[in-house]
Nanobody, 130 residues
Framework: QVQLLESGGGSVQAGGSLRVSCVIS????????VGWFRQAPGKEREAVAA???????SYAQSVKGRFTISRDNAMNTLYLQMNDLKPEDTAMYYC????????????????????????WGQGTQVTVSS
């Protein structure tokens, strides 16, 4: 099974930047549809960004222009560069990958939207102050 391990969270002032990482292991399928989600206390988990096997990316409107999703050359590490952070970005950030990567080939963001069909990391906390 796929294992996802996030790191890089922390505390930052509003307007600052952070990059969170997700090391992914255990893929048996070559597809690499992966994404980032976040959840604040008392709120629903929300999609933040996704990157498909073709390198195409998508972003939530709330982070568009501020966040960038990327992956390394080996495609085993996922990144989320977060710039111009705002207090409303405070949340636990999770990486995720659809279990059925074959199905994800037809639409990465759509596949990720089915939360119950994803493998999830443990999360990394991002806190933005003032």
């Amino acid at each position: 099974q796929v294992q996802l391990l996030e790191s890089g969270g922390g505390s930052v002032q509003a307007g600052g930047s952070l990059r969170v990482s997700c090391v992914i292991s255990g893929y048996t399928y070559s597809g690499d549809c992966v994404g980032w989600f976040r959840q604040a206390p008392g709120k629903e988990r929300e999609a933040v960004a996704a990157i498909g096997s073709d390198g195409g990316t998508s972003y939530a409107q709330s982070v568009k222009g501020r966040f960038t999703i990327s992956r390394d050359n080996a495609m085993n590490t996922l990144y989320l560069q977060m710039n111009d952070l705002k207090p409303e970005d405070t949340a636990m950030y999770y990486c995720a990958a659809p279990r059925d990567q074959k199905a994800a080939n037809s639409g990465c963001a759509r596949a990720l939207a089915l939360y119950e069909n994803n493998d999830w990391g443990q999360g990394t906390q991002v806190t933005v102050s003032s």
